[in-house]
């Protein structure tokens, strides 16, 4: 059973709201201060994962104003013990990528990586403690075009490993990890190095307890599973029987029925049209098709879990009014309800930032006629206070694209890959400018923040 975390805006001493579901769909909730400044200014970076082992969901803050980070042990709705981890980083240079078990021992250590240098480093974590001698850089290459794409078991040893791309070549890179340690680093032959293919999910597609990637071709729609032994490529990949209809976009790739494969849940954002697509290696099941959800373009997914114990996940959405959990195991006659938690804009949910792998200068580059410098260029959109955008938060913010020759122009999600790539491949100086809009949580325009509101000439 998965729990859920919120930031309650409802006060000026920036706090979380931890909501505790059970069985029978009634909630717990506690309220977490984070701390006392009440300016605006101020932010906090939230993961959640286990760093004592015990099976549980922690808390960890890290405060965007002074680095410090804190880590609370929980049981539930309790405290069990809590405190300041002094030995890590607090240099707001160096950015938390992303909690996960790089040695092996089931708790949660810690990824950040040098926003100057592009240095990696590993801090191996026991509760409310760090193993220093087991702490620091690593070995992964620190080349500046690097982009993290995920930290993953991709090759069956219980540790989590670096995956990342070089945003000029496009050619994969693997680190297999031991803690801070490279076990082994290799090229990913065989994935595709071509722009065409973007890389949408990471997880066991197989069923080998290896990670695998799912790709898409931008223009034909097809998708491809590359199912990988540590650097290598498997002769059993291939392309894989999702729809290919380019206006369906994966929302997430998750096991809906407890089959033990993942499944994958699409969208038309125009329309809100739904499509569940139960998987099984390279096949689609039948029983996939379109389940009864409304169908707006203002409902978006923010969180997939246990959430009531019962095995399968949930699904919770948000249209920008209110909170909603979806049990979809009957695609035509999901179980939907209200989680009575408050507004969307006074309780948003609490997410692995995504799109940190794009991290980077937030200057304009001195030229924009390359990948690398729109690559470097696009930072993570954030909330004024230095807080990173969730997925579904993201989905309401447009790149614009004004060509001068030919006048045209162009509005996309910048949660989605075919409009990323689109603008790459039309980058020009002199000739194209981009803007990032702000639209508000009910998908209207709404005034661009100063940092939100950027241009390529």
């Known amino acids: 059973m998965e729990d859920l975390l919120f930031r309650d805006r409802t006060h000026n001493d920036h706090r979380l709201r931890l909501v505790i579901n059970s069985a029978d769909r009634s909630t717990r909730q506690l309220g977490i201060v984070l701390g006392k400044s009440s300016g605006p200014d101020r932010g906090f970076d939230v993961r959640s994962a286990d760093f004592n082992g015990d099976g549980r969901s922690d808390i960890l803050t890290r405060d965007l104003v002074s680095g410090i980070t804190r880590i609370r042990l929980m049981n539930g709705v309790k405290t069990l013990a809590a405190g300041r981890l002094a030995e890590l980083p607090e240099n707001p240079a160096v950015v938390l990528i992303t909690a996960a078990d790089f040695n092996g021992d089931g708790r949660a250590d810690l990824l950040y990586r040098h926003r100057d240098t592009g240095v990696w480093s590993v801090f191996t974590l026991d509760g409310l403690s760090v193993d220093r001698a087991a702490s620091g850089a690593t070995r992964a290459g620190a080349w500046e075009q690097s982009r993290w794409v995920s930290s993953a078991d991709f090759n069956g040893d219980g540790r989590a490993d670096l995956l990342v791309r070089n945003s000029q070549t496009l050619k994969w890179m693997l680190y297999l990890m031991d803690g801070k340690n490279v076990r082994k680093s290799t090229r990913l032959v065989g994935a595709p190095v071509s722009p065409v293919w973007q890389l949408q999910a990471v997880a066991d ?145 609490v997410c692995d930032p995504p799109n940190y792998y794009q991290f980077g200068t937030p200057a304009k580059p001195a030229s924009a006629s390359n990948r690398s410098a729109f690559l470097t260029w696009i930072t993570p959109v954030t909330r004024e206070n230095g807080e990173a955008l969730c997925a579904h938060e993201l989905a309401g913010y447009h790149i614009y694209y004004k060509g001068s020759s030919p006048k045209t122009s162009f509005a996309a999600h910048i949660a989605d890959g075919q409009a990323d790539s689109w603008l790459l491949d039309h980058l020009q100086p002199n000739r194209y400018s981009f803007r990032i809009l702000s639209y508000d949580y009910q998908g209207f325009f709404s005034k661009s923040s100063s940092t939100l509101f950027k241009s390529i000439y």
């Open 205 to 349: 597609m197989n069923r080998d307890g290896r990670a695998d990637l799912l790709l898409r071709h931008r223009d034909s729609g097809a998708w491809r599973s590359l199912f990988l032994d540590g650097g290598r490529v498997l002769e059993s990949s291939g392309n894989i029987a999702i729809n290919r209809n380019p206006a369906y976009q994966l929302q997430l790739l998750t096991d809906l029925n407890a089959d033990g494969f993942p499944d994958a849940l699409l969208r038309r954002p125009d329309s809100g049209r739904w499509q569940v697509q139960y998987l099984m290696n390279l096949a689609r099941l039948g029983g996939s098709g379109s389940p009864s959800l409304a169908n707006s373009p203002k409902m978006r997914i923010a969180d997939v879990a246990d959430q009531d114990g019962d095995g399968y996940p949930e699904i919770l959405t948000t249209n920008g009014s209110k909170w909603t959990s979806y049990d979809v195991r009957n695609l035509n006659a999901p179980i939907a309800t209200a989680l009575k938690i408050g507004s969307p804009s006074q309780f948003p949910v």
